[in-house]
């Protein structure tokens, strides 16, 4: 595949729009865990977080990276079972 080194996308093809996606760091600031709990949970599906794989140009290459649709974060926090008091923490978060 030819690459446009002005701007990293491949020749005749549209970058991928990212608009509305957030990155792991990003996602999981929003969540209020850490990227490596968002990843543990990506991981083992502990959470069903949905997610999505992109290509991205980097340097002049194309790199695949893991995006989270901004809406599907809201929705989630929105319908996510009630936290019980005395249950413990999920893993990542604290009280």
Known sequence: MLLD???GA???VPPISTDGLLDTTNAAARLGVTGQTLNDWRITGYQNIPFTIVDV????TISKQIRYRREDLENWLANRPARVIGAPDLPGESA
């Open 5 to 7: 080194f002005n701007n």
């Open 10 to 12: 491949p020749i005749g």
């Open 57 to 60: 140009p980097i340097n002049g």
